[in-house]
């Protein structure tokens, strides 16, 4: 059974950093694509950015030059560096993953991990 666990949240400043982990445990297929989203209260939940089992990554405007995604195949952990925070960015933030191979695709989410930025 896959199951992903995040960490790292919590409260900053307006200008902090803060890191995300996303830990995998369970057997995933080779071919896959994890990625981070988030939903504010009221909100729908949207996309922060994305990375291919290959390491092709893609990051939503809104996120482009302050958020790097990143991930380590060996320790079945994906990354979200967060620099530049601002109060916008505030969010419970999710781990997902979609794998494919015989069967079609699998999705998983994790639990969520909060991210408060104050002004």
């Known amino acids: 059974q896959v199951q992903l666990v995040e960490s790292g949240g919590g409260s900053v400043q307006a200008g902090g950093s803060l890191r995300l982990s996303c830990a995998v445990s369970?057997?995933?297929?080779?071919?896959?694509?994890m990625g981070w989203y988030r939903q504010a209260p009221g909100k729908q939940r949207e996309p922060v950015a994305t990375i291919t089992s290959s390491g092709s990554t893609n990051h939503e405007d809104r996120v482009k030059g302050r958020f790097t995604i990143s991930r380590d195949n060996a320790k079945n952990t994906m990354y979200l560096q967060m620099n530049s925070l601002k109060p916008e960015d505030t969010a419970l933030y999710y781990c997902?993953?979609?794998?494919?191979?015989?069967?079609?695709?699998?999705?998983?989410w994790g639990q969520g991990t909060q991210v408060t930025v104050s002004s």
């Open positions: 369970g057997s995933i297929r080779s071919i896959n694509v």
């Open positions: 997902n993953l979609k794998d494919y191979g015989l069967g079609g695709r699998k999705e998983y």
